[in-house]
């Protein structure tokens, strides 16, 4: 575990095993999503499901089946509801917050798997994927803003990247869900795997009626004392404890010290301080890269693509991706904290790259339907999964939860995770067109076939290039650190060698800190500001010796050698 980063540092006080397992707990809100985009990727390839849906296309065989318009439309509007709950996540995150934000998107999604379960046509099934989409859009940012607000930051990326192993677990599940039911004859073959996803749905939505609130959310909202009661469960220490009283006041200092840089609006991240603007963009591009590299082209149309590509058993192949998916993930949860973010996504994306190429290469020159072509189809993509789930998958997830500042966390991370889903949508949209081989409603689609992953394969080069210039290092620092970081560090690339120093205290009541770095002019005007209201109560030019004495009680008490930085 010392390998892996995992050891808890000997000068950190209480106890982390409480803010670990409720992060585990609570990552496992991934299992909605993954678990609904697996189980639609088997059900498409249902013939019961063509047969009960179909409203009079047939394929080139004969057989039954849906348009692809109305493919892409069944796969597409979870992605739009998702976007839409991903923007709404933030006001009503900030407003309710974290907890029961998330118990009321629970709410949602149930209802809209229950119209999913009873639909007939194809607009009652769309209906209730969109509210399931909605609901799924809020737990996508609620729940890596509720680890990463409650982790310890010695295991914050491991804790994170377990939401995407639960995603991979979701869709690996689904995967074998309909394995043993597409067979069954009648509606029972897409309703039980359909149905099954509120079973998870429920027992989260219990789990959070008795996990606390995060203490960082508490004293944006000047909480205080309910703030010190969060954090004295999640580290098992007194309330009245030294370490304790102190990490609180650090975290409200942080906070203060953002809110005198500028406020906390929809255009303030993009346009406030510090560097909110290079953050989102940064938050935004790694969310809509993810989308790029094409992994949901798999995970949404996998099953059929397999089938068209001329592969024997496309439903068993798929099981064995999704179980290549979910093992994959482990190895980003050993290396996400020795590695670092960094290293992780430039060495994934030049993986997924090479992969990609061969495969496009090999089908341009050997046609799609060989038996060839279908064996390299499968051992590459196989890899290509691998890279994906071990990098992109997770790391993603954990670089957009750290990197914005307590006042616009959730605004921040709800447009970055909207313009995941805006790309998702757009993929689960267009693809059908892109590679369908079928004549689609009196035109041809570009029928590209395996050709595709020429496409994902150049966004995947891009992705190296926009980590290198744009992903700041933030494994092992606080939250609070990472402001420091985009500070003090002018270029990502070297980020890896920032040692934080800053005591927001110090900065937000003096406007300096022990560091040496000389003060901006937002915090030589907070401190001009306070030391003017500090000569007006204390009265004339007799306050020399009593504004000395009023800084001198504001400095921490020193309690030895103590990390209070989780």
């Given amino acids: 575990m010392v390998g892996f ?277 940064t938050g935004c591009g790694l969310q809509m890269l993810q989308q790029l590299t094409g992994v949901n082209f798999i995970m949404y149309y996998g099953t059929d693509f397999f089938q068209k590509g001329g592969v024997d058993d496309p439903y068993l192949i798929t099981l064995i991706m999704q179980i290549i998916n979910m093992v994959s993930t482990l190895p980003g949860l050993f290396v996400v904290e020795s590695w670092g973010r960094r290293r992780l996504l430039i060495v994934g994306a030049a993986g997924m790259a090479i992969c990609q190429l061969l495969i496009a290469s090999f089908a341009t020159a050997n046609g799609s339907n060989s038996e060839t072509q279908s064996r390299i189809l499968i051992i590459f993509v196989a890899i290509y999964i691998f890279f994906f789930a071990a990098s992109w998958g997770p790391v993603v997830w954990v670089v957009t939860s750290e990197i914005y500042p307590l006042k616009v966390r959730a605004k921040s991370m709800s447009v970055s995770t909207a313009s995941n889903w805006l790309l998702n949508f757009g993929i689960a949209y267009g693809t059908p067109y892109m590679v369908d081989t079928n004549r689609i409603e009196g035109s041809r689609s570009i029928d590209l076939g395996s050709r595709i992953f020429f496409l994902w394969g150049a966004f995947c080069i891009l992705s190296i290039a926009f980590v290198w210039f744009m992903v700041y290092e933030t494994s092992k620092i606080s939250l609070e650190q990472i402001d420091e970081m985009y500070e003090r560090v002018d270029h990502a690339w070297n980020s890896r060698r920032f040692e934080p120093s800053w005591s927001f205290q110090q900065m937000r009541d003096f406007g300096f800190s022990d560091s040496g770095i000389p003060p901006q002019e937002p915090q030589l005007e907070l401190q001009q500001s306070r030391s003017s209201e500090s000569q007006s109560e204390t009265g004339g030019s007799s306050t020399n010796t009593a504004t000395t004495s009023s800084q001198d009680d504001k400095l921490p008490i020193p309690i030895g050698h103590v990390d209070f930085s989780y």
């Fill in 5 to 281: 980063g995992w050891r808890k540092p000997a000068n950190v006080a209480g106890t982390s095993a409480p803010a670990i397992l409720l992060s585990l707990f609570v990552a496992t809100g991934g299992l909605l999503f993954g678990y609904d985009t697996g189980s639609i990727n088997g059900i498409l390839a249902m013939e019961s499901f063509k047969k009960d849906f179909t409203t009079g296309y047939f394929d080139k065989e004969g057989v039954p089946g849906m348009y692809p318009s109305q493919v892409s439309l069944i796969v597409a509007m979870l992605s739009a509801g998702t976007m839409v709950g991903a923007l709404i996540s933030a006001p009503i995150g900030d407003l309710w917050g974290r907890r029961l934000s998330l118990i009321a998107a629970l709410g949602v999604f149930c209802v809209g798997a229950i119209f999913q379960v009873c639909a007939t046509n194809v607009a009652l099934l769309v209906i209730g994927r969109t509210l399931a989409g909605i609901g799924v859009g809020v737990v996508s940012v609620l729940v890596p803003l509720y680890q990463s607000e409650m982790a310890p930051k010695w295991v914050r990326g491991t804790l994170v990247c377990a939401y995407q192993l639960s995603i991979t677990a979701g869709l690996f599940a689904a995967a074998g869900v309909n394995i043993l039911t597409h067979n069954m004859k009648g509606a029972a073959a897409y309703r039980i795997p359909i149905g099954l996803q509120l079973t998870w749905a429920v027992v989260l939505a219990l789990g959070l009626l008795i996990l606390p609130e995060t203490p960082r959310y508490l004293i944006k909202r000047g909480y205080k004392d309910a703030a010190a009661l969060s954090l004295s469960r999640l580290r098992r220490l007194d309330i009245t404890h030294p370490a304790l009283i102190e990490e609180l006041a650090e975290i409200q200092a942080n906070h203060e010290y953002e809110l005198a840089l500028g406020p906390d609006t929809y255009k303030d991240i993009f346009f406030g301080e510090p560097h909110l603007g290079r953050r989102t963009l």
